[in-house]
């Protein structure tokens, strides 16, 4: 089975439906509310599980019950937590996530507190992939040492802000649209896409939502349209499907549009993690099929 290490946030998210996003400071109640688990990287590796790989995290978390809540979830979800520390002195990561009735999302989160104490890499199982986000520098520059040690892809997922240092040993970077303008300063894509590989190797693109994708050597890969009813942790299902489609050996392009596939058919469900589609899902969704509504 496939194998990929994903580094870096895990959290608890609490999320709140509401009618509308808030605009002024006083009370507002939300139409159906949920605790679930989060953190991109935490995300992403359920996901993987899900689409039928091998998901190894690496993040730290508290001495606490937020803690405890987290590694339940993902022990529930088959993600191996042998590589995940403990902070003895510190707090464990959450966060508030509003979603409107559009299925666009708002988030606040605490990223928790004390000192974080990488475990040894070296000690990870054979891998296929490696995929980090930016959350905690040291972990990213860590894990893509990896990755480039093992000669396997380093993959990151780009959200914003993103620091060149911390991701110059990527083989593979797939940015936000946020994280790709707020590094470059400019909003056309694929100026910013060139601006970036005059600076860095890395096989580039950039995910933009319901605009599907735009990568340097592929161009535009579009996504499937359909009818979002809660975009929240979609970018994390398409790092998650694109990492695992390039340790399976497939190129750029058809990793594109599996991830694309998986990103779109988890939008249009809503739940949190329980939204997030199998392999199964999406390979007869790509095959033509109509997406199954799945609520928590």
């Known amino acids: 089975m496939t194998r990929i290490l994903v580094a ?3 959290t608890v998210d609490f999320l709140f439906h509401v009618e509308a996003m808030p605009e002024r400071a006083e009370k507002y109640r939300a139409t159906d509310a949920l605790m679930t688990g989060g953190g991109g990287a935490a995300n992403a590796a359920v996901a993987i599980a899900r689409l039928g790989g091998t998901a190894s995290l ?14 339940s979830d993902l022990g529930t979800e088959g993600v191996d937590t042998s590589l995940l520390w403990r902070r003895p002195v510190g707090r464990s990561a959450f966060s508030s996530v509003l979603i409107d ?10 990223r928790g507190s004390g000192e974080d104490v990488l475990p040894d890499l070296d000690a990870a199982q054979p891998l296929d992939a490696v995929l980090t986000d930016t959350r905690f520098p040291a972990l990213t520059r860590a894990a893509l040492r990896l990755a480039k040690a093992r000669g396997v892809p380093g993959i990151v997922d780009g959200e914003h802000p993103v620091d060149l240092d911390d991701v110059a040993e990527a083989s593979h970077i797939a940015f936000s649209a946020q994280g790709l303008v707020g590094l470059t300063g400019t909003e056309d894509l694929l100026r910013a896409l060139e601006i970036v590989a005059g600076q860095l190797p890395a096989w580039l693109c950039v995910t933009d939502g319901a605009g599907g994708v735009l990568s340097r050597s592929d161009g535009a890969v579009p996504a499937p349209p359909v009818e979002a009813v809660d975009t929240l942790g979609a970018g994390d299902v398409w790092h998650a499907a694109f990492a695992l489609r390039l340790a399976e050996g497939v190129d750029e392009r058809a990793a594109m549009i599996f991830a694309n596939a998986a990103a779109s058919l988890k939008c249009t469900r809503t739940g949190g993690r329980s939204s997030y589609p199998d392999r199964a899902e999406v390979e007869g969704f790509q095959a033509g099929g109509e997406p199954l509504a799945k609520m928590r």
């Open 8 to 10: 870096g946030l895990a």
């Open 101 to 110: 009735a559009t299925g666009e999302r708002q988030i606040v989160n605490f």
């Open 58 to 71: 690496v993040a730290g978390i508290g001495e606490d019950r937020v803690g405890d809540m987290i590694l």
